[in-house]
């Protein structure tokens, strides 16, 4: 081990890189404890009814699935190429995983990290002349609303971002009003053919956003529209473009693809109950009364026309972000741009605009300026979208082998 018996590794989060980390850091001789703030998987499970786009045998690995196997022999998988939901992940991987021997005691759900320290040490003071003896990392962890001290000499922060939206006001400032109506409006992914459908049938929702998830919800709209045909989809995002979504050429993710030409089709064919409005910056919202719908005006075009709609329901998926509040008291920044790992996001923005390519996981984007803390997972790259589980199995492989000097088979 890295620093002889200092081998105590907190894992903030248990989503399927935290697990992911877990699994590899009890193998190698860490002593290992998951805090989880909702339930294994939690993020997925929010938007567990979306078919994931990547298949399953890129969101597994090879440790993973061995360690189900070793314990459940009869436990079976999806091919590898099979795309299955976020819930069905949850089902037949992540809690599988959770419940080894190897991971059961370690994982304490519902238990949130609050923050994170250092014994006697505070952000502001010198560490110039006390690199070689850091002390250990406190962490304040809140469980069934009891709160402790936990220590650690490693910390991996696993806690994605799906926790935090972002808001839907031009400049990515909250529009007038819309803070006020935060709690009415959808910023995630409901689940529009399923528990939500008679919330959506028959309304007209305005949907704000130009990525992937608006994409999601924009299509599930419009085939709801089928059965209800008074649905109706309002769409508006910042793009100038006549076509929403920005397709990765030759993508090799078929399903992200379909989904991509089918969003960007409902958007130019004015016939699927949707209408796209390209260019549009919302400025206010307004509540109608309680579920009566919304107020929301927006600039739109070129010209900066203002255009308000009455609507009866408000999607707002215009992204996340990492909550770095938590790490506040530690010496490290984010990158001020994506709000990723500094050097990782840097990385990144020298691939700003090519949807497909991500600069190669490296021990270098991975380290922090605050020594044995590292940021994996989703959260490592900020606001970045381009994020796949298969690059953060890679980036705990790439710590891990770091701490220990020891080689970790790749997949
Ligand atoms: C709708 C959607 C579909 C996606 N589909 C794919 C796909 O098909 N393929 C793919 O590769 N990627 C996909 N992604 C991107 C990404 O892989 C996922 O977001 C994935 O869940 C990230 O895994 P993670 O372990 O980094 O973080 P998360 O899964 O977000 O896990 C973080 C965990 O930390 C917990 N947590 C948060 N704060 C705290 C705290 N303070 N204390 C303790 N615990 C905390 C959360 O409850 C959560 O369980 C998708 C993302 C979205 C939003």
Redesign the pocket.
Known sequence: MHRGEANRLAI???????LEAALLGVRLGFEVQV????RI????HR?GH?R???PFG??STAAGRQAILAEKPDHTFPANDECIT?REHVRIYLEPLARTKLLKDRIHTEC??VAVGRERWTKSDSRADAKASLPPFRLLVREKNKERIETADYVFD??????RHRWLGEGGIPAVGESAHEAAICYG?DDIAGERKGHYAGRTTLVVGGGF?AATSVVMLSELASSAPETWVIWLARTSSTLPIRRVPNDPLRERDRLAVRANTLATRADGNVEFHPHSFVTAVESLGQDKGFRVTARIGRSGQQRTWEVDRLIANVGYLP?WG?LGELQLACCPITSALPRLGAALLERDGEAGRIPAMTPELLRTSEPDLFVL???SFGRDSR????V?FEQVRQVLQMLTGKKIPGE
């Open positions: 903030l989060g248990a989503g399927p890189v935290g805090y989880e703030r909702g998987g939690e993020h997925l938007w979306v994931m786009f990547t890129m969101n976020g949130q990290v696993c806690t994605g971002t799906f926790g992914l998830s909550d938590l997972g989703a959260k994020f796949l589980l298969g953060g």
